[in-house]
């Protein structure tokens, strides 16, 4: 065969492939399995979409001072789920109410996580009260809270020791130490004033922006106690009351009172109103008499 023939021969296949490639039964079949890749390829990003909820996020409420039926009506209009794992005793919540949360508020989770909770036990854990008179106020604290305990009224009476205790009272009555109480308690303590005085002088220390309990602890380090607690309109529920700090004080900061006396406080969630005060009043570098 000639190399002519060859040449014929090659081309008239190629032609004959072209024309194959052009024809409606071919150009047919291509569209129909393009469209079927095309279409595999949708399905496969739909399906993986669907299967990790991509995009589909929830962010977790606020459960904090919430009872169980409330949390779980909350969980179940978000599509969460919620499991109780631990239980503690504390003051600042009612029995049963949440006060700690994982993920937190406002964390960003997928449909049916679970919201791990730490709920407020419906029993106080017991304690046994220490042993506080004759010591001192400083060490009484810490052996308060060494025993889960805190400080409640300080009140005051002439003695020789300034700041040792005299009394310590639960209830309006003496307590006496080893007796079994609830932990959280807080003891009420009869000072004394140093040297005779009845009317020991200490100056009003500075409270604001500070929360409630935390304006308590800086009252009783000056041997103070807090009075009347006011909120004003922007505390609404049990929440926005643990988030309210100090934003005004009676008597002011640095006035000179006696040794027990009781500081009034307002407290709000509007932290303007507290740099407001804050640069109305500065506090003073000497007693008023």
């Not at 003695?159 to 959280?184: F, H, M, W």
């Not at 309990?213 to 922007?234: C, H, K, P």
Request: glycine share 8%; charged share 25%; hydrophobic share 40%.
């Amino acid at each position: 065969m000639g190399s002519e023939t060859i040449k014929r021969s090659f081309s008239q296949r190629l032609k004959d492939f072209l024309g194959f490639l052009k024809s409606p039964w071919f150009l047919k079949r291509l569209i129909i399995y393009v469209a079927i890749i095309i279409l595999s390829v949708v399905s496969v990003f739909l399906w993986l979409k669907f299967y990790t909820r991509h995009g589909q996020q929830i962010n977790v409420p606020e459960l904090r001072t919430m009872d169980e039926q409330t949390v779980a009506k909350i969980c179940e209009s978000r599509g969460l789920r919620y499991e109780i794992i631990d239980s503690v005793y504390t003051s600042t919540a009612k029995p049963g109410a949440v006060v700690e949360q994982n993920p937190p508020a406002n964390f960003k989770v997928k449909k049916d996580r679970i919201i791990f909770l730490t709920i407020k036990a419906y029993t106080a854990e017991k304690t046994l009260m220490p042993a506080l008179v004759g010591v001192h106020i400083v060490q009484a604290r810490a052996d308060l809270e060494t025993a889960g305990l805190g400080i409640g009224r300080l009140s005051y009476r002439s003695d020789i020791a300034k700041d040792n205790v005299l009394e310590q009272r639960l209830g309006g009555k003496i307590i006496a130490p080893g007796t079994s109480i609830d932990k959280g308690s807080r003891i009420d303590l009869v000072l004394g004033t140093g040297e005779g005085d009845d009317n020991a002088k200490t100056s009003v220390p500075d409270l604001l922006g500070l929360g409630l309990e935390s304006a308590g602890l800086m009252a009783a380090g000056s041997s103070l106690n807090i009075g009347v607690a006011l909120f004003d309109e922007t505390v609404v529920t049990a929440e926005d009351s643990l988030k309210a700090v100090v934003y005004k004080q009676s008597p002011r900061v640095g006035r000179a009172v006696n040794a027990g006396t009781e500081i009034d406080v307002w407290l709000t969630t509007d932290l303007d109103k507290v740099e407001a005060e804050e640069n109305a009043v500065q506090p003073s570098d000497e007693f008023n008499e």
